[in-house]
């Protein structure tokens, strides 16, 4: 069987990586390093050192604080990514190299047929993310600008006013700062939509060779041969397909600590930020405003919740898949089997005994558990601060 490339999913992710500076291989053109670090220090080092300042020096009120520091959490989360990728480059190129392993290779159709599957939601999933994102920023950043030039209404900064600057120099350069605030976060953007949908790939990808190695367990006694007497051949047959799933199953493993080797501050930070994030959105929420910041809000705070809970509902089902594979490799015909073959099967139940998955930071597991904590953390959070403010 020809080989399926499995890496074809993610090769919008690498598009975008290469343009904004982030892919890890040197396979781009020569001056492609000068460039990414020419793009990270205008678009990250200097965009958040000027939130900080802003944070800083801008006018102590309560409700003018919350609606900055929503920005401003989102850009560290942002920041954590990016680091991240300058610094495990190999890390991420030896995650490429394993998605192409001879493991992972594919032996029927209907393997394929499940690979296939995953990476047609993989695909999916980012174009549905791409879509709102830039329907978002579109909608943030270009209706102001038409009715700026159309109706000449006054053209604020979108996403903090820069207190710590003059008013003259910012109505003089007031354009030239909304452009470069709304590069800012569309280099945000693009750096959480392709970042965020290769972490759920990968996971995807487990899930996906999961299902393989469980169908290849339920399968494991079946053999086709005509001949008559087939006891001995077919018995080693099977040791060697048991050992192959052992193999698989191990290989699995190992791409799983991977993937939490390389995005485990990532998951962590991201995480802690979106707790955050949604708090701050619900305290927001009873101080006046009006309804379009309140939709706004809402939006936001929803967006926050899907950004942990869909990599949460992943991790869970990994999990559970992988806790399914004793029972898949129980519905072989093992009975009949000679004893080394029963002792390689018990051995192999242990092991998968223990769940396959995702600790972020060293402190939780990637999974629906861990996010309806973190929403009760928020939910907790909100309540101090709305006791604080009522005293």
Known sequence: MEPLNQINCFEINKKIWKIIGLWPADDTWKYHHIFSKILI???????DALL?????????????IIENTLFYFTAVVVASKVITFLKERDGLIDIFNSLESEMFQLCNDMEVKILKKANSFNIMYWKI?????FTSHVAHFGVPVMLHFIFSVDLELPICSYSFLSKDFIDT???????????GIQYLVLVNLNIDTFILGLIIFVIAQLDILDLKLRTLTDHKTDEDNVDDVSEA????KLHQCVQHFEEISKFCDQIQRVFSFIIFVQFSMASCIICICLFRFTMPASTSYYIFLATYMSVMILQILVPS?????????SQLLPFAVYSCDWIPRSRRFKSSLRLFVERANVPLCIVGGKMFILSLTTFTSIMNSAYSFFTLLRNIQTR
Do not use: P
Not at 52 to 64: F, I, S, Y
Not at 129 to 133: F, G, K, L, R
Not at 313 to 321: E, R
């Open 173 to 183: 350069y007031r354009h030239l700062l909304y452009l470069y605030q709304c590069l």
């Open 237 to 240: 047959d099977m040791l060697k």
């Open 313 to 321: 509902w992943f991790g869970s089902k990994m999990m559970h898949k």
């Open 129 to 133: 993310v791409a879509i709102v994102s």
């Open 41 to 47: 220090a205008v678009l990250i080092l200097l965009f």
């Open 52 to 64: 900080t300042l802003n944070l800083c020096c801008m006018t102590k009120q309560l409700d003018v």
